[in-house]
């Protein structure tokens, strides 16, 4: 079993950043891939990012370039780092980690970009 708690969200102002945590613990050696989804009001989760033990890392084209994950494997942590903010980013940001078959998700992290 894995657990996963987000962290670092909040009110932030267009074009500025935000960097988010996800620690997780529990058997963290058994996961394979960590990574982010959102949702927005009203809209379905959507992918963002993943980071697999190797290090390859796979973003979703809507967000490329302005977002960067990593993560301390030894530790079970990983970060998302988001910069030039937009309104539209406002949503629920969620991380996710896979051990074999089993997906374990957190609680989410509200980030509202608003002036």
């Known amino acids: 079993q894995v657990q996963l708690v987000e962290s670092g969200g909040g009110l932030v102002q267009p074009g500025g950043s935000l960097s988010l945590s996800c620690a997780a613990s529990?058997?963290?050696?058994?996961?394979?891939?960590m990574g982010w989804y959102r949702q927005a009001p009203g809209k379905q989760r959507e992918f963002l990012a993943f980071m697999s033990n190797d290090g390859s890392t796979n973003y979703v084209n809507s967000v490329k370039g302005r977002i960067t994950i990593s993560r301390d494997t030894a530790e079970g942590t990983m970060y998302l780092e988001i910069n030039s903010l937009k309104p539209e980013d406002t949503a629920v940001y969620y991380c996710y980690a896979t051990s074999s078959r089993d997906y374990y998700w957190g609680q989410g992290t509200q980030v509202t970009v608003s002036s």
């Open positions: 529990g058997s963290i050696f058994s996961i394979d891939v």
